[in-house]
Structure formats: C-alpha cells, structure tokens
C-alpha cells in the first residue's frame, strides 16, 4: 500500500510540474509557426533574474506572436542540480 502511494505522490507532482507555463499572444498571436526558443535563469529561488532576454528581439519585427514561459522537461533536470546553490532556470519560447 504504501508503494501505491508514493508512487502515486510521485506521478502527481510530475503532473503538476508539467503543467506550470504561462503564454501571452501579441496581436492575433501566432501564424506562420515558426519558433525561437531561449532560458532564463534566476537566482536566489526566482527573484533576481541573471540574464535578459529579448522577446520583441526573438520575434524579429512581427506584430503578431506568442509568447510562452515554462518550465519544460530539461528545466527541471537541470533545476535538480542547480537548485542547491538556488539558480532556477525557466525556458522561453516565441512563436511567429
């Protein structure tokens, strides 16, 4: 029973982590497909950004984009390693 539990508890948080993005459409959002991805990471759990990152620059000119921030699969494995020394990284991707 208690092996049914944990990994229940287990399959539940991967559930839940995967479903942590937020995604913002500019204009009418996207139309041709074409996507520029780039990560931003953070220090100390998330309140001190290390690096910028452009996303009217990723979008080179467009009017109409989407903007999607998320913690996808290679975040979280690289967060296990970095989260010690609390760097969190979050991927960002640009949809034309």
Not at 68 to 95: C, H, M, P, Q
Request: hydrophobic share 50%; net charge positive.
């Amino acid at each position: 029973m208690k092996k049914i539990a944990v990994l229940f508890l287990i399959l539940l948080l991967v559930v839940l982590i995967g479903c942590e993005a937020h995604i913002h459409k500019i204009g009418v959002g996207a139309k041709e497909g074409k996507m520029k991805q780039a990560r931003q990471w953070y220090a100390l759990w998330g309140l001190a950004p290390l690096n910028q990152i452009d996303t009217r620059d990723m979008a080179d000119d467009a009017t109409d984009y989407e903007i999607k921030t998320e913690k996808a699969a290679l975040d979280i494995i690289l967060n296990i390693f970095t989260g010690w020394i609390t760097v969190y990284s979050r991927t960002i991707t640009v949809t034309k």
